[in-house]
């Protein structure tokens, strides 16, 4: 069974950075959409940053232009780079891949989930 193993979440001020890992446990999988998803409390999971199918990446109107997400969905690790943090970006951010894809930016998209990194911006 692959899994996905996520790290690099914690606690910054506004404005800070952080860079968030997901490492696949199986690396002959390919993994056709790959991303980001967060969720803060009392509200639902969303869509934050995708590679797609065809290696097209996708971000939430949210965190473009402040948030890059790098690697492939042919490669067994990606990340997210998180600048500019603002209050409104803590949650709770997981990982997600798949080996087929139709939404890339809805999780039910995704069968394979990282275990979640917390995040938090004061």
């Known amino acids: 069974h692959v899994q996905l193993v996520e790290s690099g979440g914690g606690s910054v001020q506004a404005g800070g950075s952080l860079r968030l890992s997901c490492k696949a446990s199986?690396?002959?999988?390919?993994?056709?959409?790959a991303g980001w998803f967060r969720q803060a409390p009392g509200k639902e999971r969303e869509g934050v940053a995708v590679?797609?199918?065809?290696?097209?990446?996708k971000y939430s109107d949210s965190v473009k232009g402040r948030f890059t997400i790098s690697g492939d969905n042919t490669k067994n690790q990606w990340y997210l780079q998180m600048n500019s943090l603002k209050p409104e970006d803590t949650a709770l951010y997981y990982c997600?891949?798949?080996?087929?894809?139709?939404?890339?930016?809805?999780?039910?998209?995704?069968?394979?989930w990282g275990q979640g990194t917390q995040v938090t911006v004061s």
């Open positions: 199986e690396s002959r999988f390919t993994f056709y959409c």
């Open positions: 997600a891949a798949n080996t087929r894809c139709v939404a890339p930016m809805e999780d039910t998209s995704y069968d394979y």
């Open positions: 590679i797609g199918y065809d290696g097209t990446i």
